[in-house]
């Protein structure tokens, strides 16, 4: 089955400044890469996801970014606000024009320091 | 309109009960899956309906689990005889048919003592 590997576990930035996280797959047939941010005692909101058929895709300070050859993809976020501290997740899944479950990340703990 | 809605949002049972976890998705979606996050970890895969039908349910641990959809819209979790290990978040998702888009619902907090 697929496996999704995330790093940091934890990323501490000054406000103001950009933070990257970066998340590997291992199944090729993933075309699917969604990422969610989890604020405490909350559901994943879904921020961003991306389809294999682009290497890139931006909405306003958060980007994402694929690589199907190297199997990565990355969530960047500019311009980082205090609200953007959170956990977030990165997944994976196999849609062949329906829905599947998807496969996550451990999680990254976004720190932003004022 | 209404997001995916989950109740209770806390459960607190004792080892070897039976509880049942509800799930109401977001009107129109076809589409409802189930999730675990443990403490520190991400959602761990559980089960998905497409319909009234379980179109994919390799993600449950053993046979003490086990949901329904009867009418295609609320889903119910049901966990006999809990055991400890299996004190955790249930998260529900829901989707339309023809998207990948999962919508999360809060998430239920099992404890179980």
């Known amino acids: 089955g697929e496996n999704v590997e995330q790093h940091p576990s934890t990323l501490s930035v000054q406000e103001g400044d950009s933070a990257v996280i970066k998340c590997t797959y291992s199944?090729?047939?993933?075309?699917?890469f969604p990422w969610y941010k989890q604020e405490l005692g909350k559901g994943p909101q879904l921020i961003i996801d991306?389809?294999?058929?682009?290497g890139e895709k931006k909405d306003q300070r958060i980007a994402v970014t694929l690589n199907k050859t190297a199997k990565h993809f990355s969530l960047h976020i500019t311009e980082t606000q205090p609200e953007d501290s959170a956990v977030y997740f990165c997944a994976a899944s196999y849609s062949g024009g329906g829905a599947d479950g998807l496969t996550f990340g451990k999680g990254t703990h976004l720190i932003i320091q004022p | 309109g209404a997001g995916v809605s989950q109740t209770p949002s806390n459960k607190v049972t004792e080892k070897g009960k039976y509880v049942e976890l509800r799930c109401d998705p977001i009107?129109?979606?076809?589409?409802l899956y189930w999730y675990r996050q443990s403490l520190g970890q991400g959602p761990e895969f559980l089960i998905y309906?497409?319909?009234?039908?379980?179109?994919?349910d390799s993600g449950l641990p053993n046979d003490r689990f086990f949901a329904v959809r009867p009418e295609g819209s609320v889903s119910t979790l049901k966990i006999q005889r809990t055991e400890r290990g299996d004190s955790a978040v249930y998260l529900c998702?829901?989707?339309?048919?023809?998207?990948?888009?999962?919508?999360f619902g809060p998430g239920t907090r099992l404890t179980v003592l």
């Open positions: 998702a829901s989707s339309l048919f023809d998207t990948d888009t999962q919508y």
């Open positions: 009107s129109g979606h076809t589409a």
């Open positions: 309906f497409q319909g009234t039908g379980a179109a994919d």
């Open positions: 199944d090729s047939a993933s075309n699917y």
């Open positions: 991306i389809r294999s058929n682009v």
